[in-house]
């Protein structure tokens, strides 16, 4: 169990002073000698990145085989200061990754290390900017959410499970935790069959998946509505990325306090954990490695052809590449009868 991670985390990250060194500071005594600190100030403030690695006994980092997991703590801010006191639903996501590297660490110290290195990154700011709104206060952040990327998704990362707390919306009717289908280089791909069996096994109960549109993988910036920032990561990476969704049966806004579940956030930790390990022991696949093959041959010119992958797929290696092929005849006659989307502004 991961209870007792979960529960010094929303402690540690619920005072009004807390900054990333507190944050390293106790991953290091719970075992995790490896973290990194990043003040960062912007025009609405600042806060510190915090990035940790967990070595696995058989990870890159040590020469070994064993693929690499990264793991995000997604959110605006832990506090919205002095508009609210303590921990907000949005900061649940930092709690999240907290607790994920607490018990990790304590989990080495004991013996048990995981097959491949774990990467785990979040920030750590307790008094977050905010969105006055008619019906409720929104979260804001102190930075942009390129900023947020690029300090977070990291390039060893070969597979991201991105946390965030999405209880805002009426899309999905239920408390607890919700995975997303894989988001890989701008495509939604079917949901992972070994993800759905971790989630269950955690949780008992049926798995729940989080519906996602196009918009949702769709930068910031291009005026189009997303659930949230939960799959902000899968715009700025080529690695497949799959959201974890910490939701509620009511529409709970991002900025309301003592709305964070210890319960809900320990499944969370759980599924992250366990994930991990089916992902470094090559137990867990995020995609079909024979349909993503399938669809880099059949569809790839006229995807990259339209406007939307323009703008989505651009920061990404592979993407970039792809945007340089040309297109052929077949796929040019398809593409003009498409609608396209505005590209970002």
């Keep these: 169990m991961a209870m007792n991670a979960v529960l010094q985390s929303l402690d540690l990250l619920g005072a009004a ?5 507190d944050v390293a500071e106790a991953l290091r005594a719970a075992g995790v000698p490896d973290v990194e600190v990043k003040r960062f100030t ?5 806060t510190d990145f915090v990035r940790v690695v967990v070595p696995g006994a058989r990870g ?3 020469g070994g085989d064993a693929p690499t997991l990264g793991i995000v703590g997604r959110l605006g801010g832990i506090g919205a200061r002095p508009e609210k006191i303590g921990l907000v639903s949005d900061g649940d996501g930092a709690v999240t990754a907290v607790a994920c590297a607490l018990k990790l660490g304590r989990m080495a110290r004991k013996g048990d290390r ?3 290195d774990v990467l785990i990154s979040t920030h750590i700011c307790p008094d977050a900017p905010v969105i006055q709104h008619p019906v409720v206060t929104m979260m804001n952040s102190p930075v942009d959410m390129a900023t947020l990327n690029a300090e977070e998704v990291l390039p060893e990362m070969e597979a991201v499970l991105t946390v965030d707390t999405t209880r805002g919306n ?4 239920h408390r607890g935790i919700a995975i997303s289908p894989t988001v890989r280089q701008g495509w939604i791909l079917r ?4 993800l759905l069996t971790i989630q269950q096994q955690v949780t008992g109960r049926m798995p729940v998946v989080l519906p996602i549109t196009m918009q949702d993988i769709a930068p910031y910036g291009n005026d189009v509505f997303h659930v949230n920032s939960v ?4 715009t700025s990476t080529d690695a497949p990325v799959v959201g974890v969704a910490l939701t509620a049966e009511v529409a709970v806004p991002g900025s309301a306090t003592g709305a964070s579940h ?9 599924f992250c954990l366990e994930g991990a390990k089916a992902f470094g022991q090559g137990r867990c696949r995020f995609y079909a490695v024979e349909e993503w093959a399938a669809i880099q041959r059949a569809m790839p010119a006229a995807w990259a052809s339209r406007t939307y992958s323009a703008t989505v797929l651009r920061s990404t290696p592979s993407a970039r590449a792809m945007l340089r092929r040309p297109s052929p005849a077949s796929h040019r006659r398809t593409i003009s009868r498409t609608s396209t989307i505005p590209t970002s502004r």
């Design 191 to 194: 949901i992972s069959e070994d």
């Design 114 to 116: 995981l097959p491949g």
């Design 17 to 21: 002073t807390v900054t990333g060194r």
């Design 262 to 270: 210890p319960g809900d956030i320990e499944l969370a930790v759980r």
């Design 231 to 234: 799959l902000q990561p899968a």
């Design 170 to 173: 009426c899309v999905v009717n």
């Design 42 to 46: 912007g025009k609405k403030g600042s």
């Design 60 to 62: 890159r980092r040590a």
